[in-house]
């Protein structure tokens, strides 16, 4: 049963008050902290907080933290779905648990949206004190850390910053050139500040929608041949012929996000060398764990944690390739890697996976707030 919380949340509570009833928060994200900060579930009777990625020290609040697919054992009456983003999948998760079928489900989601906007305002500064808080922590340890440069123009983190620090810290000139696959609908990406810094590129997107916006929006670059987009489903079958066609053999970024098949994707490209290769990375399975998804032509990723590769995984390839690992992104999105010939000194860390290596603190980012890891799939994908 579900609760529109628009109208009832105030009975609700009172309601779970009265009655006792065992209460689970859900999952074990910055909003949820700051839920029970602020003081939304006093008074109630919270048995736990769970998640598919547990964080240590396992209790929030000296509430016991537990794992998402072991919360039939506490036997909820009553679930709080504290996620803006991604309630939705958290949702379909408990719903499909059997041993929950007499739980009451509440997503609190439409009332944090709707009625609680002061709550995302704190929110927006608890965000920003824990990202000081990690550079802060980095810093410490070595301050020539390129995460410390991280910032947003136009990418989905902090990639932007990160990305122009490795270019002014090679030290000859990288060629003006990249190739982007999964760019969205162009405004959001990693290559776009580059666009705009005189930088030519390809982009790849399959979204037809996006296609559309994308030739729509970006016109100019496009006519004068700055930009090329292709709408082409990549898969290791046809990378290679797909940036030939392009034509430009000398890169300086490659950066893919492609939800799924990226560690397969990079390893089969053979026809560019790029200087800077930025590419996702699974950061639910910590170094040295090598975990990757089965490959498949037509993989969609279902917002659940099976998709890309783990962080140790791509530092094997990358080693393969002739790359070194030189950064990941403070929420473990992203990891970033140069050739081996441009390694100097000014790269702090480099090839460290442990050192270097980010946990998912997607959370840290205003579009996945209260997120921490995708929820569970249970498909097992290929351990090495």
């Not at 509440?106 to 965000?127: G, M, S, T």
């Not at 037509?298 to 995984?313: I, M, N, T, V």
């Not at 603190?361 to 205003?366: C, S």
Request: proline share 5%; with cysteine; hydrophobic share 40%.
């Amino acid at each position: 049963m579900h609760i529109d919380l628009l109208r009832d949340l105030k009975l609700f509570r009172e309601l779970c008050l009265k009655c006792n009833a065992r209460v689970v928060l859900c999952p074990h994200g910055t909003l949820t902290q700051l839920l029970l900060d602020t003081g939304l579930f006093n008074g109630l009777n919270v048995v736990a907080v769970a998640d598919s990625t547990p964080r240590f020290p396992c209790a929030l609040n000296e509430i016991p933290v537990i794992d998402l697919s072991q919360i039939y054992r506490v036997n909820p009456e009553v679930i709080f779905v504290c996620s803006l983003t991604f309630s939705r999948e958290i949702l379909q998760t408990i719903s499909s648990m059997q041993q929950l079928r007499d739980s009451t489900i509440v997503d609190l989601a439409p009332y944090f949206k709707r009625e609680l906007e002061p709550l995302n305002d704190l929110y927006k500064i608890l965000a920003i004190t824990e990202i000081e808080r990690l550079k802060q922590s980095i810093k410490l340890m070595n301050p020539h850390r390129l995460e410390l440069n991280g910032y947003k123009c136009y990418s989905q983190h902090d990639e932007d910053g990160i990305i122009n620090e490795i270019i002014r810290r090679i030290p000859h000139s990288v060629e003006k050139t990249f190739v982007e696959f999964g760019v969205g609908d162009g405004l959001e990406n990693n290559t776009l500040f580059l666009l705009k810094q005189g930088w030519s590129g390809l982009w790849l997107e399959i979204d037809s929608k996006n296609i559309r916006n994308i030739e729509e929006r970006f016109q100019e670059p496009i006519l004068s041949g700055q930009l090329s987009l292709m709408s082409q489903r990549v898969t290791v079958h046809n990378i290679n012929s797909l940036i030939g066609e392009w034509g430009v053999r000398e890169v300086g970024l490659l950066s893919i996000d492609v939800d799924g098949n990226d560690l397969y994707i990079w390893e089969r490209i053979s026809v560019i060398e790029p200087s800077i290769v930025v590419i996702e990375y699974n950061a639910k399975f910590p170094p040295p764990k090598r975990w990757s998804i089965h490959y498949d032509d037509y993989h969609s990723w279902d917002f659940s944690d099976y998709q890309g590769a783990s962080l140790q995984k791509l530092v094997d390839l990358a080693t393969a390739k002739g790359y070194i690992l030189v950064c990941c992104n403070l929420n473990g999105t992203n990891a970033f890697f140069i050739k081996k010939k441009l390694i100097t000194p000014d790269f702090a860390d480099a090839g460290d996976v442990y050192k270097l290596y980010h946990p998912p603190r997607y959370y840290l980012t205003k579009a996945y707030s209260g997120a921490y890891g995708h929820p569970a799939s249970s498909k097992i994908g290929k351990w090495d």
